[in-house]
């Protein structure tokens, strides 16, 4: 599926809901992971919401999530870091697609909470930058936001959390997208756990 992409492009809106309080619906189980998806009103591609838990350390799977100083993998091409602060970081990225054309997009990446707080949360945007226009070889993402919530529980693991809505851009049918899109959000959950093991 070529939009295994979408998750890829997030490292990490708070986490309010991005669509109107609309209920979230089981769809599968993969692994240890719960995945939900939901509708966003005004739009034909799904908010996903991946759950698990996990035992390894809070400020281990943080440090993941935040993906400071991340060596680009997988479907990656390119990553520039336009500007980074200790909660902050903006980034533009390139990404290998197959099938259709390459895709690129400028991300906004906060630590809301870092794990010093007891609980971890990362939040996630597309946003514009004039330096880094649109370049004719790729289709420019036109949306992709979400978070990452990451909190103790009593059994001593950590429940993660990652909520994703996107959109791939080009003339991409949903219909066609959406299992792509969850996917990916699956994919880039195990990315998460397995470089927080390393």
């Not at 999530?65 to 990225?93: H, M, P, Q, S």
């Not at 259709?100 to 400028?106: E, N, P, S, T």
């Not at 880094?132 to 949306?143: G, I, K, L, N």
Request: glycine share 6%; proline share 8%.
């Amino acid at each position: 599926m070529p939009y295994r992409f979408v998750a890829a492009l997030a490292v990490a809106v708070s986490p309010l809901p991005l669509a109107a309080e609309t209920p979230w619906v089981q769809d599968r189980k993969v692994d240890a992971l719960s995945v939900e998806y939901r509708e966003v009103h005004g739009s034909p591609f799904h908010e996903y919401r991946i759950t698990t838990q996990s035992a390894l350390p809070l400020a281990r799977l943080c440090e993941a999530v935040w993906g400071k100083n991340a060596k680009v993998t997988g479907d990656f091409k390119k990553r520039v870091v336009i500007r980074e602060t200790d909660t902050e970081r903006w980034t533009y990225e390139q990404v290998r697609v197959p099938v259709v054309q390459d895709r690129d997009c400028l991300m906004h990446v906060t630590l809301v909470a870092p794990a010093e707080t007891g609980r971890c949360e990362v939040k996630f945007e597309t946003v514009t930058d004039s330096r880094y226009p649109p370049d004719p070889s790729f289709v420019r993402v036109p949306a992709v936001r979400g978070y990452w919530v990451l909190e103790p529980v009593q059994s001593g693991h950590v429940t993660v959390t990652y909520v994703v809505y996107s959109e791939p851009g080009g003339a991409v049918p949903a219909l066609f997208a959406r299992g792509g899109q969850r996917d990916a959000a699956v994919g880039f959950m195990k990315t998460i756990l397995a470089r927080a093991s390393q």
